[in-house]
């Protein structure tokens, strides 16, 4: 499969006509209609409906052609960018995150770095824990900020912070209406969204781990790949979850929030470099992380402390 039948197969479905097509990609006919022939051949299925007037995607066709413009758009971003980089004298700098940590510190982080070093061009990546460490790697990233506690001999960890966590509610739910710390044993039975589904091992594990160890068994458990998406659920009135403390300003309108009696309820920050990496820069994050936590902006009140001089 390459781009250029991509470029062709997007064209016909929006001109919904090959002659159309043609036109607009400066081309004969009878080479594009070759080539989206060659390409529902490769899948093994029909794209485009050939005996309606004008021409019409097949089921498989309409989900073909989103992923292809997907596809498309990516590949132009990778390019533009690439040039830029190429193009740039300034260093570039990757932090990778989960994307609940964009509710406590990176941002004031990365706003400290930038007034540190302005000539460093510093770009944020949404990546789960496992994602950042094969990404550290491959020096996809220079550094990572996750959740999941495991070890790697190339990585080297160190644990920021424990964030309590909170239980998410729907309005009007029985447990949504008072505003003391919640019992875990009040989850016995309740139903519950945990997240990310994957990849794993992930938060979800954390999550239902800590559950188990406390011999709490909740109702029915569904996975789903973000926190936006387990809050919707959530505010939609079918079920419950457990998050980071400081995520707890999404959705304050539909869903309340009841922060853990047990102070062991907690999830770590950790960060995440290479362990060739340990001295210069990352020695220099750490100082800024320090400085951060002494001024105690009110996301850090939600967690213990852990990061020491090391």
Known sequence: ??????????????ERNFSRAAEVLHIAQPPLSRQIQQLEEELGVLLIDRSSRPLDL???????????????ARTEHMREQTRKIGMSKRERYVIGCVGSTLYGGIPDLVRRMRR????????????????????????????????????????????????RLVVAFPKGHPKSLSSEPIALAE????PLIVYPSTPRP?????????????GISPGNVEEVREIQTALGIVAAGVSSCIIPAASQRQRPDDVCYRMIKDEKATSPIIMSFRRDDAKGRIEEIKQLIREMYADNPPWLQLSNVQLDGG
Do not use: C, H
């Open 58 to 72: 097949t089921e498989a066709g309409r989900f073909f052609y989103e992923q292809a413009g997907q596809i498309l």
């Open 116 to 163: 540190r070093w302005p000539d460093l061009d510093i770009e944020i990546r949404e990546l789960m824990s496992t994602e950042q460490i094969t990404a550290l790697k491959e020096r996809r990233i220079d550094v990572g900020f996750g959740r999941v506690r495991f070890n790697d001999r190339e990585i080297e960890r160190l644990t920021l912070r424990e964030e």
């Open 187 to 190: 989850l016995e039975g309740e």
């Open 1 to 14: 499969m390459e781009l250029r039948q991509l470029r062709y197969f997007l064209a016909v479905a929006r």
């Open 202 to 214: 992930s938060f979800a594990d954390e999550i239902l781990n800590m559950l188990t160890e406390q």
